[in-house]
């Protein structure tokens, strides 16, 4: 992967490269972001989980759409109004998601049970998501600035669209090795949307009416758009690029479009905060058909729209919302949680599935897409043993000793969406959530003797937000290959002691590679691999063998390393399986690891896999 960014004497030269596709990789860790922000702000509001995510994947839906729709050109519109077939274009503009978005939630709000108050919640996640987005935008080149003799200026390299542009314009002469340098313009819509985001949580505390925030984010984001386009190079916008003269004045066609905007979107968050009486947020009530109804509404549309206007990964992040009501409906309505029209509630549930199974994707290719659903239960111990020194220099010998005697538990599970390509490459898109708590039993020792001095319990709450996704190589009988799996966990993971006192361990990289002949023997590294993330933090080395199948029942074994020095260090032994029962579509994943002594984790999970259909 290229190195960061170089700094050059008169500029910075990015290493951008027309063989890796970094606008699209940040496009989706930009939604990934955005989304779970906004689940966790659903969460932290007190919205109905079911009725949030639909509320999400009908304005994830709109977004995606109008990002395309108001960067056709009007050729492309004709082509769409008259034939129906969606244009092969690959422009994009955020301020066309930006406005389909809004307008959803504008129509949805309403019809769901949701207050004015809603529009607020996307705010923050939307400022943090672009400006992901703009590390994508710096690294491909596109939404570049004019050029600059400024030593903040960037370079492209030959085939990027700022080297092209500037060639074709003759301002580059012939093999030159990098573009003049430009306007640094993503990097200023980057710190645009931090600026942006830092007004919202600074005013956090306000007492507003519901809406003002979105308002608020929304004008000061046009607003700045406004004078950066004053730097943007014409080639560099999507829409708008035109320059036109009104009155005297000339400015490009979205720069007159955000002259009218951003003061309106002002001018409304002003008069509400002015005039507008607050009223505390409502939570809309569940509602299991309306949701049901939604999400089969939503599939057909995803459905018709084809693979002209919607790539694999924006199929994929829209379904998987979808996915996850169901679930969530499914397990209410077993468990007779909620009350309502059950027939209906039965008969919505069956036209969902139908309508997810047949769902084309953007392919035609004839493979397999699988949905794994986990549920698991774990639990561990381990200690801590701190002495700490006393006097001038810790010359003096031992002063205190602390031990730490930690035993957990966890409850939770993975939704796992597995994609299989015709040449047997494995691709798996996963969400973790898993909850549980931490007892310590506290104790105060003589330094010389070991007599206890003092003791104490504590418990505290451990809750792990894990999304992840895992690759393979071609998958072939006897040959080699290799997989790679990369995620993060958020949340509430482990507390560990600091000389004594406990700390809390919020963000950790869940990471993990394998090399070798899959159905015979190959070599797997991880570091904090799902539950092994929470509690004890865990890192293994192994051999695993697939028992002479690819795709089946597999074992591994080795060393696990974690946190402990109580009895032994931190190393223990490991066994774990994936063990596969059968056709009925169930697996069961047992892992063990031990030093023998007071250090250990089990963990067992039990998963089903639905098939998706074909596409």
């Avoid at 729209?305 to 994929?316: I, N, T």
């Amino acid at each position: 992967m290229p190195q960061l960014l170089l700094l050059h004497p008169l500029h910075w030269a990015v290493p951008a490269g027309t063989g890796y596709d970094f606008y699209t990789l940040f496009y989706l860790l930009a939604f990934l972001l955005n989304l779970l922000l906004l689940v966790w702000t659903g969460h932290r509001r007190g919205y109905p989980m079911r009725t949030w995510l639909v509320l999400l994947a009908c304005t994830t839906l709109a977004f995606i759409l109008g990002t395309k729709l108001l960067a056709f050109s009007p050729a492309e519109w004709q082509q769409l109004l008259h034939t129906g077939h969606w244009p092969d274009s690959q422009a994009r503009t955020v301020l066309g998601g930006a406005l389909a978005g809004t307008l959803t939630l504008l129509a949805l709000r309403r019809p769901f049970g949701f207050s004015w108050h809603v529009f607020d919640a996307f705010a923050l996640p939307m400022c943090a998501a672009l400006a992901l987005q703009c590390v994508g935008c710096i690294l491909t080149g596109c939404c570049f600035g004019e050029p600059t003799s400024g030593g903040w200026g960037f370079t492209y390299p030959p085939g990027t669209l700022p080297y092209m542009v500037q060639a074709v314009q003759g301002l580059l002469p012939v093999g030159a090795a990098h573009s003049l340098p430009v306007h640094p313009t993503q990097l200023y819509s980057l710190l645009l949307c931090l600026a942006v985001g830092g007004v919202l949580l600074l005013t956090r505390h306000r007492t507003w009416p519901g809406g003002s925030r979105r308002l608020l984010h929304l004008g000061l984001l046009l607003a700045g758009r406004f004078v950066i386009e004053f730097w943007r190079a014409p080639a560099g916008e999507q829409v708008g690029a035109a320059a036109h003269d009104h009155l005297g004045l000339t400015l490009k066609q979205v720069q007159w479009a955000l002259l009218l905007l951003a003061p309106l979107a002002l001018g409304g968050w002003l008069a509400l905060v002015r005039r507008a009486t607050p009223r505390p947020e409502q939570a809309p009530a569940q509602n299991p058909v309306r949701n049901l109804l939604a999400v089969a509404l939503l599939l057909a549309l995803t459905a018709w729209l084809g693979p002209q206007a919607l790539v694999r990964p924006e199929v994929l992040v829209v379904k998987t919302l979808l996915l996850a009501v169901l679930v969530l409906e499914g397990g209410a309505l077993l468990l007779g949680a909620t009350d309502g029209l059950r027939p209906a509630r039965v008969a919505l549930a069956g036209v969902v599935l139908v309508l997810t199974s047949q769902a084309p994707a953007d392919s035609a290719k004839i493979r397999p897409n699988t949905l794994e659903v986990s549920l698991g239960y774990g639990n561990g111990a381990f200690g801590e043993d701190v002495s700490t020194s006393g006097g001038s220099g810790g010359c003096s010998g031992a002063a205190t000793r602390q031990t730490y005697a930690h035993r957990y538990s966890l409850l939770g599970g993975n939704v796992e969406l597995h994609h299989t390509n015709p040449d047997n490459r494995v691709l798996t898109y996963g969400l973790g959530i898993w909850r549980g708590q931490d007892q310590v039993h506290y104790q105060t020792l003589d330094p010389t003797t070991g007599a206890v001095l003092g003791y104490a319990d504590s418990t505290f709450r451990l809750l792990d937000v894990n999304p992840y996704f895992e690759t393979s190589s071609r998958l072939r009988p006897g040959r080699l290959g290799g997989g790679f799996r990369a995620g993060l966990h958020l949340g509430s993971l482990s507390n560990y002691n600091d000389e004594p006192f406990l700390y809390s361990k919020s963000t950790s990289l869940d990471l993990g590679m394998w090399l070798g002949v899959r159905d015979v023997l190959y070599a797997q590294a991880d570091v904090n691999r799902g539950a092994l993330g929470l509690g004890n933090a865990t890192s293994r080395l192994g051999l695993g063998s697939g028992l002479g199948r690819l795709a089946g029942s597999s074992v591994l074994a080795g060393l696990a390393y974690s946190k402990n020095n109580d009895s032994g260090g931190g190393r223990m032994g490991f066994l774990s399986a994936d063990i596969r029962l059968g056709r009925t579509g169930v697996t069961l994943y047992p892992y063990g690891a031990t030093d023998f002594g007071r250090h250990h984790q089990l963990n067992l999970r039990v998963g089903y896999r639905l098939p998706l259909g074909r596409h």
